[in-house]
């Protein structure tokens, strides 16, 4: 039987998504297959904004029709009946899953001790405890306590059992009051509120008015809107009165307003804005618009038919939600689940034994966890780029490292702003910055110029991202560096070849990706850097690989691939990696290493049994070493559409210091996946700097 928590709130405006999202993520660290189950929707036609976001979470798959129950109108039509449809559509989502978050009521229609009542009776028929949430926004510490005491007993009344108590969106001042206050004898948890979770988005405005876009960058309009502010005042007035990431409604014929909010968006000093609100379904005069235009803003501008009154009203009370649509709401959501759950408390309160299993998600959480522990200070040089932006976002929002991004503090700040990221927490600055030029010039000169490498021809070289960046890392201003999102591999990573270099004992820098399958996670070396080892570089990858899998807490059975296996095969091919396995065991006999193998006898333990019935290896290898690019390329490429992996990588391995290349199409969470194991590759570093 699956274990399951039944989420309800005492009320609507809960924040109970966040719950909800933050127990999703912590289940789906430690189980394998995490269910959904909504047993009341507004609607079934797909749009349940709750279940989508939670079905958009990895480690989570089933479909929206199988998490969801009845519709309000059919509780409506017959509540007894409803509730067996919803005991029955539960029993067939618990059989498919490890564990299964149920989500209550809304409070959309009902009377609130109605719905409460419903909600008690659904949860004990689905033996499943309950996380109550209560809300603690405009309540004293002893309201918020006596409502939950309130709401508990009546849950009991009911035959329901609560396992925990989130007191949700408390005055930030009073949370450790509110928590002396709860009850000692269940898991109890106090979460703030913050202004972003709640913040609607830009397109739920253009929606709630009726708008069009008729200027500015379509992209933006998913940015969180954190104000309304009227704009109906001479523009000296108007221009005291801007905060961060506020909208402006402004009639459309106020050519002067527009074109002085339009100025303030672009220059520093004043607050970036997230929208400008033409109403009256005007626009300015075509001379000015085309100065309006010509001035290639990226704000969106957008035109409503509705009066100001009637726009701003409309805004006002247009309520934003936690959804997928907003990244920063789910970094911003997860962040603070983190920092205010104790979730091993949680999970020892459900019974939930962590499985042997390593889906993909695990992986990556145990990056992140492993990061912050002990954080580093890592370096992306690619600071025009919105990706990085994105992800240095969520980093700190997660706070896995400290980040220095390079470029123009100016510009990235701006464009940091227009999209709606908190940049704060990180360095802005810029690669020609002239104290930084001139000492790396002068560290280069002394590491180049044998290589006719002179101080002018210095000043310039580390003037490049990449090796400006690099240079960071050398000097010990950065702990490691992250690049390549917008540059090649060879731009990326040919700094730290010349200046960062191999440590003693190793010969060559190498890679490997973290190959996530479904139920757990293989290393591949080398896919990405060295076409054609020889037998001493393969066995320098394979050691590398070893020790790289050993600092990601995967315990190390290297398998030296090639077309045969054992004694089977002859040829120049075979004779390297066999050279290769008996060069790793001669340097290196604390690694379980045999080869050559092929793929099937590696990874398969039937194959195995027939292939290499003698290998300590074979069947149950986690490390694979490629003999060549161009097998390992192909290979991990093969793998990763076809068996649906998620690829991690390429890690680089065998430098001094920790330097990572992305794949120009990178996604964010990839640029945050390569971040974290970049932070961990120095921590181990340090770690074996100082034993």
């Known amino acids: 039987m699956a274990q399951s928590i039944y989420i309800a709130s005492t009320e609507g405006s809960t924040g109970k998504s966040t719950i909800a999202l933050g127990i999703t993520a912590l289940l789906a660290r430690s189980l394998t297959r995490v269910g959904i189950f909504r047993p009341v929707t507004r609607v079934a036609d797909g749009s349940d904004y709750v279940v989508q976001l939670l079905l958009a979470h990895d480690g989570v798959d089933l479909t929206y029709e199988e998490c969801v129950g009845v519709t309000y109108e059919e509780m409506h039509q017959d509540p007894e009946a409803a509730l067996a449809t919803i005991v029955s559509r539960y029993h067939e989502v618990e059989r498919k899953c490890d564990a299964v978050v149920i989500v209550g009521t809304d409070y959309a229609d009902l009377a609130g001790t109605a719905e409460f009542e419903f909600n008690a009776r659904v949860a004990a028929n689905l ?28 849950l009991v009344a009911h035959h329901a059992r609560v396992a925990a108590i989130f007191a949700n969106r408390c005055e930030p001042g009073q949370l450790e009051a509110v928590r002396a206050l709860l009850p000692a004898d269940v898991a109890v948890s106090v979460l703030p509120e913050d202004p972003i979770i709640v913040a609607p988005l830009l397109s739920e405005l253009v929606t709630a008015i009726h708008g069009t876009l008729v200027s500015g960058d379509a992209a933006l309009l998913s940015r969180e809107v954190r104000g309304v502010i009227v704009g109906a005042m001479t523009p000296e007035h108007l221009l005291t009165r801007l905060e961060e990431g506020s909208i402006v409604i402004t009639p459309g014929d106020r050519t002067d307003a527009i074109l002085a909010l339009l100025s303030a968006h672009a220059a520093d000093g004043f607050p970036a804005l997230s929208g400008l609100v033409l109403t009256g379904g005007f626009e300015p005069e075509p001379a000015s618009w085309r100065l309006v235009r ?6 969106p501008i957008i035109r409503t038919d509705f009066g100001t009154f009637k726009a701003a009203t409309r805004c006002y009370s247009t309520k934003g939600r936690l959804s997928r649509e907003s990244q920063l709401k789910v970094d911003t959501a997860l962040a603070m689940f983190e920092q205010h759950v104790n979730g091993a408390e949680l999970l020892d309160v459900l019974n939930v034994a962590r499985t042997d299993v390593v889906t993909p998600l695990m992986f990556e959480f145990d990056l992140l966890d492993r990061a912050r522990t002990d954080k580093r200070h890592i370096v992306m040089p690619e600071g025009t780029d919105d990706r990085i932006l994105r992800a240095g976002a969520t980093l700190l929002k997660r706070d896995v490292v400290n980040l220095t991004i390079l470029g123009p503090e100016a510009a990235i700040r701006q464009r940091a702003a227009e999209l709606g990221l908190d940049l704060h927490g990180a360095t802005v600055l810029s690669p020609s910055d002239p104290g930084y030029v001139e000492r790396f010039a002068t560290r280069l000169v002394e590491l180049r110029g044998s290589k006719g490498v ?3 021809a210095a000043r310039d070289i580390v003037q490049d991202v990449s090796y400006f960046g690099t240079m960071m890392v050398l000097e010990g201003i950065a702990d490691g560096m992250v690049s390549g999102a917008a540059h090649t591999t060879a731009h990326t990573i040919s700094p730290a070849f010349q200046v960062i270099k191999t440590p003693p004992g190793v010969s060559i820098v190498s890679s490997v990706f973290f190959m996530c399958l479904p139920d757990r996670v293989l290393v591949y070396g080398d896919c990405a850097v060295n076409p054609d080892p020889t037998a001493e570089q393969l066995a320098d990858i394979a050691i590398s690989s070893a020790e790289t899998a050993r600092q990601f807490n995967i315990e190390p059975r290297v398998a030296m691939l090639s077309y045969s296996t054992g004694e089977s095969g002859t040829g120049s091919d075979v004779d390297k990696v066999r050279e290769a396995t008996r060069l790793v065991r001669e340097r290196r006999p604390d690694i379980l290493v045999d080869g ?20 300590a290896v074979a069947g149950k290898a986690t490390v694979l070493v490629f003999p060549d690019l161009n097998t390992g390329n192909n290979t991990y490429k093969a793998v990763q559409r076809s068996a649906g992996a998620v690829a991690i990588g390429p890690v680089l391995q065998g430098l001094r210091k920790p330097v990572n290349d992305l794949s120009r199409g990178a996604l964010v969470q990839d640029i945050v996946n390569t971040v974290a194991i970049t932070a961990i590759q120095a921590q181990q570093l340090d770690d074996k700097g100082n034993a």
């Open 127 to 154: 033996g499943a405890p309950v996380a109550l949430v209560v809300p603690g926004l405009d309540r004293t510490p002893d309201e918020v306590a006596r409502v939950a005491e309130e709401a508990r007993a009546e």
């Open 294 to 299: 010509g001035m290639g803003s990226s704000l």
């Open 454 to 456: 002179t101080l002018d």
């Open 596 to 615: 050559p193998m092929q793929y099937d006898a590696a990874v398969e333990p039937s194959v195995a049994r027939s292939k290499a019935p003698n290998s």
